[in-house]
């Protein structure tokens, strides 16, 4: 009967949900599946950070509602942050605001700026969120290029010179989820010119900001002169301290929409828990020494990843940033798909996988493997893989 509501019937079902029940299924059957699939971290937060929560939660007053728009120490913290990792000055009042994640924010700041019939460009693949949070506010779609090559400003020209009614948004996401692809900060001035010169938000995914290799830290589109004039970015703690469970994360940038966003969320939440919002607080003020360890461990698991899984015959390129890969097809299994695929790695070789089609049409022919499991278990995935791919008669040999 959901077919009835209009909202339900702009959204597709969700791919990827498929494999999850299948890997649901496998594993209550007793099935030993090394999940891959999901980028939901396996390391716990900083204990600190926890005995901030434990501390605050026995206060007799902290179980009341909370700031929808988030403690002051926190949006104190948070604009701290920025000061301190980009060299950015943020006016924690108004250009500051706590969400639910970064999930959440995005989705509340398109149901605050879209009207029924607007047009929104998004990557394409991209996270869901990204299109059908606007999907779900009325917008319909324009899709852009994830990749930051020649091709993506002529998809944005062309976007603008070929849409109707004209796009009044642009979603970005470096480092991309799913592909992992990285800007520098060169490609965000250009872009800030863009926006401006067309009269464009811009809307900043950042939720893995602090997962980057190779030394070389992600920047800020909020480090280009003027960039407050026309974009909001959104960071999380989820992947940076450990923290997905806890539901924490930020909007910061242009107050324009960082008030419109505050005033829709001051009608459907009461913000999170305050215990929580302390505990953020004591992991952006605290010790970050965790934020490094945490990055060596993605860094050695993706190293190990690319190693074990090119033994076993699937190359894989090594992620720039972020706790993803963004792995093509074997080339003589690539005509089965990636849901196929995903569904036959998940059967025959017991690891799940995302398949890349869920991310939109361009990802298809593409899966996306998260770090989550420890470097033993990586290595076991590229065991069972292996077999799988002799199983299908696809040389391995030398690998």
Same mark, same amino acid.
């Given at each position: ?13 969700? @791919? ?32 600190? @950070? ?60 398109? $149901?605050?700026?879209?009207? %029924?019939?607007?047009?929104? #460009? ?11 949070? *606007? ?17 993506? =400003? ?5 976007? #603008?010179? *070929?849409?109707? %009614? ?7 996401? !470096? ?11 060169? !490609? ?5 010119? =863009? ?5 464009? =938000? ?58 419109? #966003? ?24 605290? %010790? ?20 074990? *899984? ?13 706790? !993803? ?21 998940? $059967? ?23 770090? @989550? ?27």
């Amino acid at each position: 009967m959901d077919d009835q509501f209009y909202r339900i019937k702009r959204l597709p079902p969700y @791919v990827i949900a498929e494999v999850n029940a299948m890997r649901a299924a496998a594993r209550a059957e007793g099935r030993d599946i090394i999940d891959l699939g999901m980028g939901n971290p396996d390391q716990p937060p900083p204990k600190h @950070v926890i005995d901030k929560l434990c501390e605050v939660a026995q206060r007799p007053d902290a179980h009341g509602y909370s700031q929808s728009k988030g403690i002051p120490g926190l949006r104190k913290a948070q604009a701290n942050y920025y000061e301190r990792r980009f060299g950015v000055e943020l006016d924690a009042e108004n250009e500051v605001v706590v969400t639910l994640g970064s999930k959440e924010g995005l989705a509340s700041l398109a $149901t605050a700026i879209t009207a %029924p019939g607007d047009t929104i #460009m998004a990557p394409n693949p991209s996270y869901p969120i990204h299109t059908f949070g *606007f999907i779900i506010a009325g917008a319909s779609i324009r899709s852009v290029p994830t990749t930051p090559d020649d091709k993506y =400003w002529e998809a944005l020209e062309a976007a #603008m010179n *070929f849409t109707v %009614p004209r796009p009044t948004v642009l979603v970005v996401n !470096f480092p991309s989820n799913p592909t992992a692809e990285v800007v520098d900060l060169d !490609f965000y001035a250009k872009l800030v010119d =863009w926006a401006k010169f067309h009269k464009v =938000w811009i809307l900043s995914d950042l939720a893995y900001s602090e997962l980057y290799y190779d030394g070389k830290p992600t920047p800020s589109i909020l480090q280009v002169p003027g960039a407050k004039d026309v974009a909001v970015e959104f960071t999380s703690l989820s992947k940076t301290y450990g923290m997905a469970g806890w539901r924490m994360g930020f909007a910061v940038g242009n107050q324009t929409l960082i008030a419109a #966003m505050t005033r829709v969320k001051s009608y459907i939440d009461y913000g999170a828990f305050t215990p929580i919002q302390a505990a953020a607080c004591a992991a952006l003020n605290g %010790p970050q020494d965790y934020v490094e360890q945490n990055r060596l461990m993605y860094h050695k698991r993706r190293d190990v990843m690319v190693e074990a *899984f090119g033994r076993a015959g699937w190359d894989i390129p090594p992620p720039p940033a972020s706790m !993803f890969a963004w792995a093509p097809l074997p080339p003589a299994l690539k005509e089965m798909g990636s849901l196929e695929f995903s569904k036959q790695l998940l $059967t025959h070789a017991e690891v799940a996988v995302a398949p890349g089609v869920g991310y939109g049409e361009d990802g298809e022919g593409y899966v996306r493997i998260a770090m @989550v499991e420890n470097e033993q278990r990586l290595r076991q995935a590229a065991r069972n893989v292996k077999r799988y791919l002799q199983d299908m008669g696809v040389n391995t040999a030398g690998t």
